[in-house]
């Protein structure tokens, strides 16, 4: 069992930047891709970042990419998002997601194969 917190959420202005973090409880960490996700209102929850298990591979959606980084320290049980010239449309509810599934398929970013789920942390880009 896993239990993931995020923090880092926050209220900043277009062009800022955040940092989220989410923290895991349990055993293994190292052993799970890890994926950010967001969701707003009315949408349905969509891919953010992914991060293999050892950080060596990464993927992003094309709407962050080049503005947005994943990465993750093993020894501390953590990942991170590096969040960089924020827009409004940035704008939700930022979950992390730990995957027990092999292979690197979780990294495309379907939800369904990710095992579990923080609480979720809110990002606010003010225009």
């Known amino acids: 069992q896993v239990q993931l917190v995020e923090s880092g959420g926050g209220l900043v202005q277009a062009g800022d930047s955040l940092r989220l973090s989410c923290a895991a409880s349990?055993?293994?960490?190292?052993?799970?891709?890890m994926g950010w996700f967001r969701q707003t209102p009315g949408k349905e929850r969509e891919f953010v970042a992914g991060?293999?298990?050892?950080?060596?591979?990464?993927r992003y959606a094309d709407s962050v990419k080049g503005r947005f980084t994943i990465s993750r320290d093993n020894a501390k049980s953590t990942v991170y998002l590096q969040m960089n010239s924020l827009k409004p449309e940035d704008t939700a509810i930022y979950y992390c997601?730990?995957?027990?599934?092999?292979?690197?398929?979780?990294?495309?970013?379907?939800?369904?194969?990710?095992?579990?789920w923080g609480q979720g942390t809110q990002v606010t880009v003010s225009s």
């Open positions: 997601a730990a995957s027990t599934k092999s292979g690197f398929t979780a990294m495309l970013g379907f939800e369904s194969l990710y095992d579990y």
């Open positions: 349990g055993r293994a960490f190292g052993n799970y891709i």
């Open positions: 991060i293999s298990w050892i950080g060596d591979r990464t």
